[in-house]
């Protein structure tokens, strides 16, 4: 089998193998390795013809559909990086991205870009738009319009900028704990060494049909494709409404591997499956499956394997929890996946012993290049691997994940809590700081923190605590406010509004772990018949 260096040759690669071979799916339309290897080089030669230079960024801001793949890749085939952009964002949110990173050219449809042009301003590195889903007439204003099929169709004979694996890849956006989404720059080996580790120990092969039911902006959505790709396999992409769709899907799409986030898991957990499946396997990751989901699960399918992960968008993935393993440790996050090293480490540096806290660090090929354009926050999370041969004059950098677990006297690791103030909801981080913001800006409101509290189905759950000087100002109000300016991920699932100032810590700072620990029990009556 042939080695990728660069993420576009997985698909390449596998083109040359089994060229006639299903390599993607979307609502009806299929595409085999060969005809998504040409789609890909058109785009690439699109992408070029409008000069996007070694390295720059162009943005993908779609559902999922065919044109996504093509763009994504393409864009890397062509030598430049390219951004996922959450379709689920708000258009401020996306305007940030846009003009964080810098972002070249856009793909998009009209809709979506109609919500973008008053935000603009915003975005003065943006010169070419691409809409895939409407002809229009190219135009001389900035920026200038084109429509897909301009793009696929333009001249041949650019030779793509040439390219090594350590090179930037792609920037996925991810919440960051001062409100602002920061973007995680991966390299070709960091996305390329990720598909080879995860279809190491998912033993995935060329029959393998992976549904792709998450964002291709989250690493653990745009890992199914690279994951499929890598080994030959078919990836299906999903939209779906209602979790019955998925089912559905499962079914007539002969689906053997199939990937999701605690509250995704919990409601599949409760639909009719039907006795015979060809799924082969699920996988976890993005938070702790309640035990209560997992047991539903393990008897509604019980001829797949059920995969428990960890990872961050930062290292991509670090742990999983073979199997064989679930009935005996179901609280376990596993053991570092191929080609990774996890330790468990102290405040000072040095590694903890069996069963004593401390924190996740990653090293190895997984681990990314940093948060693009801020190494303040980069120089905090990536730093030296903790006991390296003090002879090396460079020091190896891992990541330090910020996560609290320690490990069992067998090596298995558990997941204790988050150092920082990050909320895990629905497999997203949320950052308290973007919701905050969105609250302060209501009339009347003093003071807000947002914090993640245990939920049985999500695993967290957003609650606002607002000191509001309005006495007639209502949750619901901040609630429309919230869903008109977030996506629905991030909208607090309570809003509690008090008329006195919120606690504070004796440094005089809002009191964020008290008001935390006393919201902890606050949804623990929804795990009750």
């Known amino acids: 089998m042939y080695m990728a260096d660069l993420v576009h040759e997985l698909i390449f690669h596998a083109a040359e193998r089994t060229p006639e071979a299903e390599a993607l799916g979307c609502d009806g339309c299929r595409l085999s390795y060969d005809q998504l290897a040409s789609q890909i080089r058109l785009a690439a030669q699109g992408i070029l013809d409008l000069g996007l230079g070694p390295g720059e960024r162009a943005a993908v801001y779609l559902e999922k559909r065919i044109e996504t793949v093509v763009a994504l890749f393409g864009i890397a085939a062509a030598g430049a990086a390219f951004i996922p952009v959450n379709p689920l964002l708000k258009s401020h949110q996306v305007a940030h991205i846009l003009g964080d990173c810098n972002v070249r050219v ?52 650019k030779s793509p900028h040439r390219r090594i694996d350590s090179d930037m890849a792609a920037i996925l956006y991810t919440s960051g704990s001062t409100g602002k989404p920061k973007g995680v720059v991966l390299s070709h080996r960091n996305l390329v060494a990720g598909a080879y580790s995860v279809s190491a120990y998912l033993r995935n092969t060329c029959d393998d049909r992976l549904l792709v039911a998450l964002p291709l902006s989250f690493d653990y959505g745009l890992s199914q494709l690279t994951t499929a790709f890598r080994v030959g396999a078919c990836a299906v992409l999903a939209n779906y409404l209602f979790p019955k ?58 001829q797949a394997e059920i995969y428990l992960m960890y990872g961050l968008t930062e290292a991509f993935r670090s742990t999983y929890l073979p199997p064989s393993e679930l009935a005996q440790r179901p609280n376990s996050i596993g053991r570092p996946i191929p080609n990774a ?118 695993g967290q759950a957003i609650v606002a605590v607002v000191y509001s000087l309005n006495e007639t100002l209502t949750a619901s109000a901040l609630l429309l406010e919230c869903r008109q300016m977030l996506p629905a991920y991030m909208v607090p699932a309570h809003i509690d509004i008090r008329h006195e100032n919120l606690p504070r810590n004796p440094n005089g700072k809002l009191d964020r772990s008290f008001i935390r620990a006393s919201l902890c029990d606050f949804f623990a009556s929804e795990s009750k018949p």
């Not at 006795?275 to 509604?300: F, Q, W």
């Not at 308290?432 to 009339?443: Q, S």
Request: aromatic share 6%.
């Open 341 to 458: 090293d996890v330790m468990v480490v102290r405040e000072d540096g040095t590694l903890c012993e069996a069963y004593e806290h401390g924190e996740l660090v990653h090293r190895g090929p997984l681990v990314s290049l940093g948060y693009w354009n801020d190494p303040e926050r980069t120089a905090e999370r990536f730093r030296a691997a903790p006991s390296q041969n003090k002879a090396l004059p460079i020091p190896e950098i891992a990541v330090w994940s910020g996560d609290t677990v320690y490990r069992d006297g067998e090596g298995y690791l558990y997941f204790v809590g988050r150092r920082d103030e990050m909320i895990k909801v629905s497999g997203y981080r949320v950052s308290p700081g973007e919701i905050e913001e969105v609250l302060m800006n209501a009339h009347g409101v003093a003071e807000v923190v947002a914090v993640g509290v245990p939920h049985p189905s999500l």
């Open 106 to 157: 856009l793909v998009t449809s009209a809709v979506r870009y109609a919500s973008l042009v008053p935000l603009l301003p915003q975005c003065p590195d943006l010169h070419t738009v691409i809409i895939v889903d409407e002809t229009v007439s190219a135009s001389s204003t900035q920026p200038r319009l084109l429509s897909w099929s301009v793009l696929m169709n333009a001249p041949s004979g």
């Open 245 to 302: 769709d998925l089912v559905r899907m499962v079914v007539e799409e002969r689906i053997t591997g199939l990937a999701g986030v605690p509250p995704l898991w919990h409601q599949l957990a409760h639909q009719t499956w039907p006795d015979k499946l060809t799924l082969r396997y699920v996988t976890n990751s993005g938070g702790i499956m309640p035990t209560a989901t997992l047991n539903v699960l393990r008897s509604a399918m019980p």
